[in-house]
């Protein structure tokens, strides 16, 4: 059974950075797509980055320039990169994947458990 690890969250202060990943547990096949999601209390989940295969990203407006995904497939883990974060990005950061499993070559999108950054001085 294929799992989705996330890590990296916490409390930061304003202008600061952390750095959340995304470990995949279990044997796939590929990554083929992958984003980092968030939601904030009182707020619908919303996009922040998103990635495929072929190395196109998408960033929401309010974290462009701010904000990396990025992924190693040495170690099928899918990072985002926080920088200059501000208070209106705490959050419940989660991952999302999907994935060829190996065995099955089933496609399979996986949602991690998230991860709460805080921003506060």
């Known amino acids: 059974q294929v799992q989705l690890v996330e890590s990296g969250g916490g409390l930061v202060q304003p202008g600061g950075s952390l750095r959340l990943s995304c470990a995949i547990s279990?044997?796939?096949?590929?990554?083929?797509?992958m984003g980092w999601y968030r939601q904030a209390p009182g707020k619908e989940r919303e996009l922040v980055a998103s990635?495929?295969?072929?190395?196109?990203?998408v960033y929401a407006d309010s974290v462009k320039g701010r904000f990396t995904i990025s992924r190693d497939n040495a170690k099928n883990t899918v990072y985002l990169q926080m920088n200059m974060l501000k208070p209106e990005d705490t959050a419940v950061y989660y991952c999302n994947i999907r994935m060829v499993v190996a065995g099955t070559w089933r496609s399979l999108e996986v949602w991690g458990q998230g991860t709460l950054v805080t921003v506060s001085s």
């Open positions: 990635g495929i295969s072929g190395g196109t990203t």
């Open positions: 279990g044997s796939i096949i590929s990554i083929d797509a």
